[in-house]
């Protein structure tokens, strides 16, 4: 026999939310809730031990509050002390000891159902089964009379609610799944009459048990026939087994219903009748006749009224709602308002140039409802009537007067008898067709769901043009440049142009035939000069006024040459430096030219005596040149009159989509809007909130002027080798390491002191410090005039590589390329770096090193391109080209070099690109490996992050200065400033 030390006898009522309060006895005294929550809980870890359960008083009684959550579980198996002697002293208590494992196995084996007083009540919760086999015996009768329970068990229903939910519906994931598999539990009810719907009934409704009902009720709206011209509703009984069998009812305000079904159904009508009743009566308040339920007609705006709306509520509360056939295509067909253009529009004009984005196209108003095309004066009939059904052409026709208004004002905002330009038909159909592909990936993707800028999409009118057969062949080949038939190529041409290429000036001359504004923007070394020289040519015998091609002065010796090579019989002026012609001598000189050549200086410069001339064709190269809109020289280039205008580009984009704008706004003026307009439609939805569907939209509008191949395209077929690329991190020096943070130091210290235009200077000073002192202490001390002048010993050289790790890597990478019979081009933005590194690099090899910059001639650029291409590499020679970023990283044909090194880095990796493409071009027959330097732990590791995370814009459209970083706050530059010892 055991022997207890103690006797504790126990008390147990639950509160309506389901938490149990806990009281007793120990050996005939009251226990405190503390002591016996140690003694009850000793052993229950969800409580961790009784710890954490609330004490409370009632009166003199100190209680223990269970939560729902783990009522349940607990009293299904307690695990009381056994030093005790327990037991309950209530019959309630008993019973729950009783109830609770049969319950706690209802909740996990799924023997619930959800409750259709909390429903009623608007709240969701769960109740067992009770024709479970489990609860076959269980008096729920005598139960519900206990104390404790709660009154009709309220008490013990939330307490096994809160068990269901905790076992089957805790987290979201799962609570999503029950709102997606029962989705009209969750549409509440408040308020529902007893008498409205039965148990059964809603959990049939529900999905949660079958009906056994054979028969369905469903409401069923009836439109105007020849028989009966109105509209009229009734509710009828459809067979379970043959849905197309249905029985009409006449249902009395009392609940009565009468009809002709079978004797199988009667006890089922007679048991759902009187809810039924209650139901509609509160739906349909107005539809009751002489005691009849739905015995009246409809009039048109009831009709449309429960169609649109009542028709929806009835589904959510559970009724089978049957609709006319046409209703769902008729309720989706959204009006659409079009202008067809005449036929013939666009196809003459006779000239090279057909039309313009300026001319004008005639059109009639078309209003397109489903399948039904209205004229504009049927439109107009139909809005008179005012009616929001109506019956046109032999079917109903849904008219909504939100959108209808919409239509007329856009009708009264454009005139037919004045046209439309073409540059308004190729907006609006390059969107009209971006909204079909949308809709497209929508229906293919298996989404239904509208979005809510889809829903205000479906709010609003838009304008579409119906195309005439000559405009929609021409939008066709604006997609698909590749359907445009080539073009002969001209027979002056010294060249063999691949495929893509006579593609390309194909497209050019296209464009200029339909006077479109083009960009040639393919990637770097694929031959942009080669094809706007064959348009050239082919245009030429026809051309009245000579071209005019602005180009950095950097490559104007460049063109020079191609033309010649390319293109001997094309007449060309070069119209630069001291030398050029003035007015009276240029207008004597250009009917005996072909081709005039001037950098983007002069035609600033010279702007008022180039825009004397209308040119045959203005082409821009390397375009991203304007890509400040607000400056002199772009205004200059803009305000130049021409036939045709082209930009050539690799880099359309280098760092904002203002670029962008300035370059279109050359080639086709006004096309994008504005500058500010195209700012707020576009730019700043895209750069700061990543706005896809603006970004989808600016690609549809791009898409027809811009012709962009890239190298790795399947389609191009270029004996082009692979580009290797890698970085080279390097460590500080010492010496580097202490300027660095001496530098750093000094800023900091100085912020606190300075604002506006002197904080600004201190910081873009110090950025420009902490650059040089990454590549080399030197560029900073007044050593480097005696590096520059003096020759270099081997101890001078030993010194300056010791001082510089980079430098030291460099070196070393240098020579073992070179001893293999390789040639590089390294990039450096510093003058002084570059001469450092020409005069080290010549001393070390014995060999002599070019070195390009800002200031070097023309000539003398010329003769090293040439001497740098024609050696081989093999033996003493020009093998090493040194570069300044600026000047030489763009324009140049540097094919002899197949290793390219970022001595220091840029801002901007379009910018970079275009100098390793001085190399990783076409004619290259080596692979092409590049280097990029950086050193651990500075600010060329944080560009380096900057670089990666930019590249996303150039991508997503077609890739700074470092005026940013001036705006930072004190901690934002100590963070982006300081030197990181870990990395």
Same mark, same amino acid.
């Given at each position: ?74 009293? !299904?198996?307690? $695990? ?26 209802? !909740? ?15 709240? +969701? ?105 109105? @509209? ?6 459809? %067979? ?15 609940? #009565? ?37 739905? &015995? ?68 009639? @108003? ?67 067709? +971006? ?47 590749? =359907? ?7 027979? &002056? ?38 094809? *706007? ?121 280098? $760092? ?16 994008? &809007? ?71 130091? =000094? ?5 606190? #002191? ?70 590089? +081009?390294? *990039? ?21 090193? +070019? ?20 050696? %081989? ?100 530059? #100590? ?9």
């Amino acid at each position: 026999m055991l022997s207890y030390l103690h006797t504790l006898s126990l008390s147990v009522t639950l509160t309506d939310r389901g938490d149990a309060l806990i009281w007793g006895e120990k050996d005939g005294r009251d226990i405190g809730g503390e002591q016996l929550a140690k003694l009850l809980f000793a052993w229950h870890a969800p409580s961790y031990y009784g710890t954490t359960l609330e004490i409370t008083a009632a009166g003199e009684l100190s209680l223990v509050v269970l939560p729902a959550e783990m009522a349940l579980p607990y009293f !299904a198996a307690p $695990n009381f002390l056994e030093i005790a002697e327990w037991h309950m002293a209530t019959e309630a208590g008993r019973q729950l000891l009783e109830l609770a494992p049969l319950l706690l196995r209802a !909740a996990e084996e799924g023997s619930y159902l959800p409750s259709f007083e909390a429903y009623r009540r608007g709240e +969701l919760a769960w109740t067992w089964d009770g024709r479970a086999e489990m609860f076959e015996g269980v008096d729920w009768v005598a139960i519900s009379r206990l104390e404790g329970f709660g009154d009709s068990l309220s008490g013990l229903r939330a307490l096994f609610s809160a068990a269901v939910k905790q076992r089957h519906y805790a987290s979201d994931a799962a609570l999503g799944d029950l709102r997606r598999d029962y989705p009209a539990l969750f549409r509440t009810a408040p308020g529902l009459s007893a008498e409205a719907i039965t148990e059964a009934e809603w959990l049939a409704a529900m999905g949660w048990r079958p009906d056994i009902a054979p028969f369905r009720p469903a409401l069923q709206l009836l439109e105007p026939d020849d028989e009966d011209p109105a @509209w009229r509703l009734r509710l009828v009984l459809t %067979d379970r087994q043959d849905g197309s069998f249905m029985i009409p009812v006449r249902l009395q305000e009392d609940g #009565q219903a009468t009809g002709d079904w079978d004797d199988a159904w009667e006890p089922f009508v007679a048991e759902r009748a009187p809810g039924w009743a209650a139901r509609l009566g509160a739906a349909l308040p107005g539809l009751t006749s002489r005691g009849v339920l739905l &015995g009246t007609t409809l009039t048109d705006e009831s009709a449309w009224s429960f169609l649109t709306t009542n028709s929806r509520q009835l589904l959510e509360d559970g009724w089978n709602v049957l609709l006319p056939g046409w209703w769902e295509a008729a309720s989706k067909r959204k009006p659409r308002l079009s202008a067809r253009l005449a036929e013939g529009a666009g196809s003459g004009g006779g000239g090279e140039s057909l039309f313009g984005m300026n001319a004008l196209v005639s059109f009639d @108003w078309r209003v397109a409802i489903g399948e039904n095309s209205l004229s504009e004066a049927e439109f107009m009939s139909l809005l008179e009537r005012n009616e929001r059904l109506v019956r046109f052409r032999g079917e109903w026709i849904y008219l909504d007067p939100a959108l209808l208004e919409q239509i007329r004002r856009l009708m009264a905002s454009v005139d037919p008898a004045e046209g439309l330009s073409l540059q308004d038909i190729l907006q609006l159909h390059l969107l009209s067709e +971006l909204e079909k592909e949308q809709t497209a990936e929508r229906r293919a993707s298996g989404r239904k769901e509208e979005s809510e800028e889809e829903a205000e999409d479906d709010a609003r009118v838009e304008l579409e043009v119906e195309l005439n057969a000559h405009l929609l062949k021409l939008m066709r080949q604006l997609a698909q440049p590749s =359907d445009i038939p080539a073009l002969p190529v001209p027979d &002056g041409l010294q060249a063999e142009l691949r495929g893509y290429q006579r593609q390309g000036f194909t497209w050019l001359s296209y464009m200029r035939q339909h006077g479109l504004g083009a960009c040639l923007a393919d990637d770097m070394g694929l031959g942009k000069t080669v094809q *706007f020289i064959t348009y050239l040519l082919y245009h030429q015998p026809v051309s009245e006024q000579p071209a005019l091609l602005v180009c950095p002065t950097s490559v104007l010796g460049n063109w020079q040459k191609e033309l010649a090579r390319f293109a001997p019989e094309l007449r060309v002026m070069l119209h630069y430096g001291k030398s050029r012609l003035g007015r009276e001598e240029l207008t004597e000189a250009l009917p005996h030219t072909d081709i005039v050549l001037t950098s983007y200086t002069t035609a600033l410069l010279d702007q008022e005596t180039l825009q004397a001339y209308t040119w045959s064709s203005l082409c821009l190269d390397e375009a991203q040149n304007i890509k400040n809109a607000a400056n002199k020289q772009s205004a200059a280039i803009r305000s130049l009159s021409a036939l045709h205008r082209i930009a050539l580009t690799g880099t359309p984009i280098e $760092n904002r989509l203002s670029e962008l704008w300035s370059i279109y706004d050359f080639m086709n003026p006004g096309f994008l &809007g504005s500058q500010r307009g195209f700012q707020q439609r576009f730019a700043t939805p895209i750069e700061k909130h990543q706005d896809t569907e603006r970004t989808a939209q600016l690609q549809q509008f791009i898409k027809p002027f811009m012709l962009r191949r890239k190298k790795k395209d399947p389609a191009i077929q270029l004996d082009l080798p692979d580009k290797l690329e890698n970085k080279v991190y390097i460590n500080l020096t010492a010496e580097q390491g202490a300027m660095y943070e001496q530098t750093v130091k =000094d800023l900091m210290s100085r912020m606190q #002191q300075l604002e506006g235009m002197e904080r600004k200077g201190a910081i873009l000073g110090a950025l420009t410090q902490l650059k040089q002192l990454c590549d080399h202490p030197v560029l900073l001390s007044k050593e480097l005039d005696i590096v520059e002048s003096t020759q270099l010993s081997e101890e001078i050289r030993e010194m300056l590589i010791g001082r510089s790790a980079k430098l030291e890597r460099l070196v070393t990478m240098v020579d073992e390329l070179r001893d293999e019979g390789d040639s590089c +081009l390294i *990039f450096t933005q510093y003058v002084g770096m570059g001469r450092m590194l020409a005069n080290l690099l010549s001393a070390q090899r014995g060999e002599p090193v +070019l070195y390009l910059n800002g200031s070097t001639p023309k000539q003398a650029r010329d003769g090293m391109i040439e001497s740098f291409q024609a050696f %081989d590499g093999v033996g003493p020679g020009p093998g090493i080209f040194i570069l300044s970023l600026k000047a030489g990283g763009v324009g140049l044909n540097l094919t002899a070099a197949n290793h390219v090194f970022h001595f220091d880095r840029w801002w901007n990796p379009a910018v970079e690109n275009q100098a390793t493409d001085r190399a990783y071009r076409m004619g290259q027959k080596k692979n092409v490996q590049v280097h990029k330097f950086i050193s651990l732990g500075t600010l060329e590791e944080r560009i380096d992050e900057m670089l990666e995370n930019k590249m996303s814009l150039s991508e997503n459209v077609i890739s700074s200065s470092e005026g940013w970083i001036t705006e930072l706050s004190n901690e934002e530059l #100590q963070d982006l400033f300081t030197l990181r010892r870990t990395w």
